[in-house]
Nanobody, 127 residues
Framework: QVQLVESGGGLVQAGGFLRLSCAVS????????MGWFRQAPGKEREFVAA????????YYADSVKGRCTISRDNAKNTVYLQLNSLKPEDTAVYYC????????????????????WGQGTQVTVSS
């Protein structure tokens, strides 16, 4: 069973930054693609960023492109999401997700492609 545990959320002022972490266990980390999603109150869960198994390919939602970096450390079984220049509209619960893929460079971009999810970490950006 794959388990994901997020950390690093918190309260930050607009323009600030946060680094979210997601520790993964229960599966050889280098065999799974990873993604980050977020859900704001009253809204549907939305895609934020994705990274391939090797870390060589990444993809970002337009809403965070240029302000966000996804990365992974396969030696530490951890994926990260660096959020910069935060805006109040970035306020949400952020979830990491893991998905199976047999292709090293493949990115998973939709929630239904991810069978494994963390419990979420709250990010609140004050204006």
């Amino acid at each position: 069973q794959v388990q994901l545990v997020e950390s690093g959320g918190g309260l930050v002022q607009a323009g600030g930054f946060l680094r979210l972490s997601c520790a993964v266990s229960g599966r050889t980390f280098s065999t799974i693609a990873m993604g980050w999603f977020r859900q704001a109150p009253g809204k549907e869960r939305e895609f934020v960023a994705a990274i391939s198994r090797s870390g060589g390919n990444t993809y970002y939602a337009d809403s965070v492109k240029g302000r966000c970096t996804i990365s992974r450390d396969n030696a530490k079984n951890t994926v990260y999401l660096q959020l910069n220049s935060l805006k109040p509209e970035d306020t949400a619960v952020y979830y990491c997700a893991a998905g199976n893929t047999g292709i090293t460079g493949l990115l998973l971009l939709t929630a239904r492609e991810y069978p494994y999810w963390g419990q979420g970490t709250q990010v609140t950006v004050s204006s």
